[in-house]
Nanobody
Framework: QLQLVESGGGLVQAGGSLRLSCVAS????????MAWYRQAPGSQRELVAT???????NYADSVKDRFTISRDSAKKAVYLQMNSLKPEDSAVYCC????????????????WGQGTQVTVSS
């Protein structure tokens, strides 16, 4: 089983910054892709950013040039540096990990964290 725990959310004024962290624990062979999603009240869950095990990244258009995703494989962690925050960035941010439980199986397991609230005031 793999568990993900996010931290770093909070209340910030527009234009401010926050850094979210997500740390994985439990057993796995390899974590392939890690990602951040967000969901605001009344809205669908939205992909914010992804990062592969080779550090290839992808961002939603709405956060490009403001957010940076990174990971530390040794710490089994993924981070989201959020700068120039806007009120429309307010949401619950969740991390997701696609991992291989075993070196002997190609199966991919998807794990979600519980989320951390980000609120940006105008």
């Amino acid at each position: 089983q793999l568990q993900l725990v996010e931290s770093g959310g909070g209340l910030v004024q527009a234009g401010g910054s926050l850094r979210l962290s997500c740390v994985a624990s439990g057993t796995m062979y390899r974590i392939n892709v890690m990602a951040w999603y967000r969901q605001a009240p009344g809205s669908q869950r939205e992909l914010v950013a992804t990062i592969t095990d080779t550090r290839s990244t992808n961002y939603a258009d709405s956060v490009k040039d403001r957010f940076t995703i990174s990971r530390d494989s040794a710490k089994k962690a993924v981070y989201l540096q959020m700068n120039s925050l806007k009120p429309e960035d307010s949401a619950v941010y969740c991390c997701k990990a696609d991992s291989r439980p075993s070196a002997y199986s190609p199966n991919i397991r998807t794990t979600w964290g519980q989320g951390t609230q980000v609120t940006v005031s105008s």
